[in-house]
């Protein structure tokens, strides 16, 4: 027994002197980077892959959390760069999935500074990276969505188009997958813009017991929307027209796709809240329910008093009886019901009035995107407009 105790006296002894040798850390490979060094690596990575990082080691993550404006501008600076490298090589701008683009519309809110402290990249954080990310794959995925239904009702509809929709699956899928992809990629900048003119209009107007407040406060919307249309990017033409058309054929294919549940007579009310309530978000989701039940048809599930459509319509439906319900609450005497001229249309056609161009109304619904094996976002009025 006494021999066995002196054995472990004697390996508790060595290992006593082992790790007096090490009693210091050694610092981790991640600190010891230059710190340009450190944010060029990290602003390479997609933001789901600095998340993972970050989450790692805590000698990562403070490094990260220390560096961060100036990660995230490297990141958008990294990702144009790329933009125009490759508009440069190939002639041409690809969806993809970065953010350069969205980046240019929707800058970072103004910097906070500290006291004594001054940060060039202060408005930049991966929160606002995240922000953007988000934005640019609503955009995306809507281009996608409304491009499918309006190729697809093209397709079915129109004399010509059916020749093409009738012949064999494999000619049928080549025509409409090239369609489809041609119209997203021209879809996909108009609705960013679209969704910069939702945001930027959006600003809550100041509240008021006026009987009329309700009716006042569309006045002073439409004008100051107008407003938006006369600055960057709508100052450009070509932007206005396309966002114009883009609008036009988002409202006509959500109109027709709202039936049978919702009349098309009252659609209008609800395409105005779902633009006016969650942007372009929600008319996403829509897209999804549809695609959805599509699916379902497809394996031979459908259920003709079920629906994921008809479930979204059901609660549209209870938030617009919400939204009517807010007025009587607020002692209003007059409902002003929303009407889609409430949002874009009508300053769109006054800001064309202006410019003095032809007035593209919104009851030309029917937007012809697609000539024989042209894709195209514009009308002939387009072209009168762009000469002045």
């Not at 991640?30 to 060029?40: E, I, M, N, Q, Y």
């Not at 490094?63 to 501008?73: M, S």
């Not at 809240?273 to 394996?299: C, G, H, N, P, Y």
Request: aromatic share 10%; proline share 4%; net charge negative.
């Amino acid at each position: 027994m006494t021999h066995f105790l002196d054995r472990v006296r004697t390996v508790l002894r060595r290992g006593k002197r082992g790790c007096s040798v090490s009693t210091v850390p050694k610092a981790s490979g991640w600190t010891r980077l230059p710190s340009h060094v450190f944010v060029a690596i990290i602003a390479s990575c997609e933001l789901k892959d600095i998340g993972s990082l970050s989450l790692s080691c805590r000698a990562l993550h403070d490094r990260v959390l220390k560096l961060e404006f100036a990660i995230a501008w490297a990141y958008i600076q990294l990702r144009k760069q790329m933009r125009h490298q490759s508009h440069y090589i190939h002639g041409t701008l690809s969806p993809g999935d970065d953010i350069s683009f969205i980046s240019e519309l929707f800058p970072p809110p103004p910097p906070e500074y500290s006291i004594g402290v001054a940060h060039d990249n202060a408005g930049y954080s991966l929160g606002y990276l995240g922000d953007l990310k988000r934005c640019w794959n609503t955009c995306i995925r809507l281009s996608y969505h409304l491009a499918d239904h309006v190729v697809e009702h093209h397709l079915e509809t129109d004399p010509i188009a059916k020749i093409l929709w009738s012949s064999s699956k494999t000619e049928k899928e080549v025509v409409f997958s090239k369609a489809v992809a041609s119209l997203q990629a021209k879809l996909l900048y108009p609705i960013a813009y679209a969704v910069f003119f939702l945001e930027t209009s959006a600003s809550p107007d100041s509240d008021s017991d006026h009987p009329h407040h309700h009716e006042i406060m569309t006045v002073a919307s439409i004008e100051r929307q107008q407003s938006i249309l006369q600055n960057a990017p709508f100052d450009d033409m070509h932007v206005f027209l396309s966002t114009h058309h883009c609008m036009q054929l988002l409202f006509s294919t959500v109109q027709r796709l709202m039936g049978p549940e919702i009349s098309h007579s009252t659609a209008e009310s609800w395409v105005s809240l779902l633009l006016t309530t969650s942007t372009m978000e929600r008319i996403v989701r829509f897209f999804v329910s549809i695609a959805k039940d599509d699916q379902r048809t497809q394996k031979g599930e459908h259920d003709s008093t079920w629906s994921h459509r008809k479930e979204f319509l059901w609660a549209m439906r209870r938030d617009l009886n919400d939204y009517m319900a807010s007025f009587s609450d607020h002692g209003e005497q007059i409902i002003i019901e929303p009407k889609l001229n409430h949002v874009w249309f009508h300053a769109a056609c006054k800001e064309m009035d202006r410019r003095g161009a032809i007035p593209h109304t919104v009851k030309d619904t029917e937007v012809h995107v697609l000539h024989g094996s042209v894709v195209k976002l514009e009308c002939d009025y387009c072209y009168d407009c762009f000469d002045k």
